[in-house]
DNA sequence: GTACTTAGTTTAGACGCTAACCAAACTAAA
DNA sequence: TTTAGTTTGGTTAGCGTCTAAACTAAGTAC
């Protein structure tokens, strides 16, 4: 526990309350159902202590009793573990083609994933007033579902590619043609549930925070770099999101060096201009839906059509600079290859990762390890969740209800 | 008071202290004395917690009173003020030209600044075991200086260029041609003080903690860019270092786009290239000292020399999108121009600011405002001061003695 | 059945914050 | 000069939370 905000911000004992309810739930949530006794013992808590804890989160709905654990000699303890049945929490992921929501039970455990196509017209202020509203819907679809199921739901976030204020304005998407929208105002408006959690944030910050939960190890600075829509990067670094000043982090699609209208990382490692290289024929409009044309990619590739393995070398290449940016200016422990890139890793690694370890300042030493995402197209919405999830296992408890 | 340690870090008692003498002291850190009845009003403290905090303060040395403060109507108060006289902290900053030595107080007033050249010899095993030794030898000076005034040394912190491990150890410095030497290690050996807190962390990220302070709000995020050797960058945000997985952060140099040996940020933007540029006819090997051909750029272009102008600006230019990488990365409030920038500002700073803009992705709304250091060439040193005393004001108080 | 081992609760105590009260020290006004 | 009002700073009682130690509970070992 260690004062994080400069501004001067009392403590008193709910906070110690508070980080010590947040280490219980994090013992759980890392090491599964447990005894009080053996938490006790590994985090360092007073048996007592614990069982205080322990008793106000059974209380709260968070954790439940599942059983004996009489593994030894000696009396066997009572298992406990984490009660998904209480409450769940809810993320939605916006791209160009399509909206996905998916919902998470407290426990962690998946609930729902529903996709609906989600199309873009050409007018953008049309586009926008259209899109809040099968947002909105989709939302409270997902959310009367778990309700029905009995639980209440924590908090709804939505994933969105490019800068989102952390007030909950997207303040430019190119993907989806928006600027200035005032997401979080809209759907709260739409759902009409003032006491609901209602977030916006980037989808790759997002998918980020969900390879965290994946990996485990909530102390790894990790990057996770989506290719969605552009190039988007979400960084977590000493166990929190890298936020900035206004949360535009990680847009390292920009990324250039030379005259006005150089090529941009975007350009050069792109998904987008990947697929246009390697599918020439194809019309470019039907690329607005990505997944079958990187699909599309992947077959020629495992083909050995060589026009399409020297794309995948070149844009892995470019992404490996990208990457080596990246390395050199956050220093990541790991790097998350995600979405469209992991579905092509296979052809894409081996120039990454040689063109980052050529341009990393000391490869052996402080280089970033190069991973692919298991977590698929929806790893921000998976992350939408996941966001509320985290706020109670750091101690913000939901409100008695 | 919040959980930042994602491993399990159980809180107690001692922490909501820590945290609140914490917050007493930052309060009279930023806003000057202050009675015991305004720190309770404007932090929201209690009174009388606040009196048993600004005890045991006084009885640290950390505060004394300073007599009466009666301003307005009713009792006056007696005024709290930082105690400097019993602590004081050291700074060194290693650069390939020379070393520097600064010491501060706890109340933030400099004690001391020297100055010493260092010449790295060709051998470079040679030149690290001279340096490192001139460098304790330095410490050891400056330590003994404070003692002399009846100050305890709270720490001394070494900044150096390059990649330096949270350990102490230089990874790699090619400014001083250094690599894997544990500096911290050995220090610790010559000065043979096994209580002393000895740390070693990079120049840029020392200097960004001075600005931060130095700027006086201790939420900003900031960004400070160095040009002293290649070109680094120390990023604080949410009010704390960047540290990455091993402290290798900020390496803005290396950053390159295109094939294998493009040029980098460093050759494009560098003060190095910059100075080679603007001086054709000097001896390159004179440069090993930026400082005195920095100026001799400076008045060259204070006269108005066209080639020295197209210089700076093509630097500045550069410059400009090495910091919208940064911009568009990590989203900083403000942005650093350090030492030898801040010295060439008047003429780099209109095309970085140009180019700055054309490469974020959304300049009104999140672009970073570029400033220039007030701190010359000696902010990193004041960095490696201002470390300790930021660790007590976050509540690690020094042990009694 | 007795001894041993481990789990979880109870009890006593310490610590540090809060709220309420009180004395001190000053100004303002009668 | 007195009296009322205001603000400071300290004191006391009470409360919440953690810890240590004792105690009860529930199993295994022999």
Redesign the interface.
């Known amino acids: 526990?260690?004062?994080?905000?400069?501004?001067?911000?009392?403590?008193?004992?709910t906070?110690?309350r508070?980080?010590?309810l947040?280490?219980v739930l994090?013992?759980l949530r890392a090491n599964g159902p447990s005894s009080r006794a053996s938490i006790a013992a590994s985090?360092?808590?007073n048996k007592a202590t614990v069982s205080s804890l322990t008793g106000h989160l059974i209380e709260q709905r968070l954790l439940r009793e599942t059983g004996l654990s009489g593994n030894r000699i000696g009396r066997p303890g009572t298992a406990l573990a984490l009660d998904g049945s209480a409450y769940a929490a809810i993320g939605l992921q916006v791209a160009a083609d399509r909206l996905t929501a998916l919902a998470l039970d407290f426990a962690g455990d998946q609930l729902l994933l529903w996709h609906r196509a989600l199309a873009l017209p050409g007018d953008p202020a049309g586009a926008a007033g259209r899109s809040v509203s099968a947002i909105a819907a989709l939302a409270q679809r997902a959310a009367s579902r778990v309700r029905q199921q009995g639980r209440q739901v924590l908090g709804i976030t939505v994933a969105v590619p490019?800068?989102v204020?952390e007030g909950g304005t997207v303040?430019?998407s190119p993907p989806l043609g928006w600027s200035d929208l005032d997401l979080r105002g809209l759907l709260s408006g739409s759902l009409r549930q003032p006491d609901l959690d209602i977030a916006v944030a980037n989808q790759a910050s997002l998918a980020a925070l969900a390879e965290l939960r994946h990996n485990g190890d909530?102390?790894l600075?990790l990057t996770y770099v989506s290719g969605a829509s552009g190039v988007e990067?979400g960084?977590v670094?000493?166990?929190?999101l890298?936020?900035?000043?206004?949360?535009?982090?990680?847009?390292?699609g920009?990324?250039?060096?030379?005259p006005?209208g150089a090529p941009t990382?975007a350009d050069?490692a792109g998904i987008e201009p990947l697929v246009r290289r390697a599918l020439p024929g194809s019309d470019p409009e039907s690329h607005t839906d990505l997944a079958p044309a990187v699909e599309e990619v992947a077959i020629r590739a495992r083909t050995g059509d060589p026009a399409t393995l020297a794309a995948l070398r070149d844009t892995g290449g470019?992404l490996g600079?990208?990457l080596?940016?990246?390395a050199?200016?956050?220093?990541?422990?790991i790097i998350v290859l995600g979405d469209h890139y992991a579905a092509l890793a296979e052809w894409i690694l081996p120039a990454a990762e040689a063109e980052l370890a050529?341009?990393?300042?000391?490869p052996a030493?402080?280089g970033?390890r190069l991973t692919t995402s298991a977590l698929g197209l929806h790893a921000a919405a998976l992350g939408g969740a996941v966001s509320h999830l985290d706020r109670i296992d750091?101690?913000s408890l939901p409100a008695r209800g």
């Open positions: 526990m260690k004062t994080t905000r400069a501004d001067p911000q009392p403590a008193d004992f906070d110690v508070a980080t010590n947040a280490v994090r013992h985090t360092g808590l490019g800068l204020e303040r430019l909530p102390r600075d990067a960084i670094a000493d166990g929190r890298l936020h900035g000043a206004r949360g535009f982090t990680g847009q390292i920009r990324f250039t060096l030379g006005a990382l050069l470019h600079q990208g080596a940016l990246l050199n200016l956050v220093n990541p422990e050529r341009n990393t300042l000391a030493a402080g970033a750091t101690g």
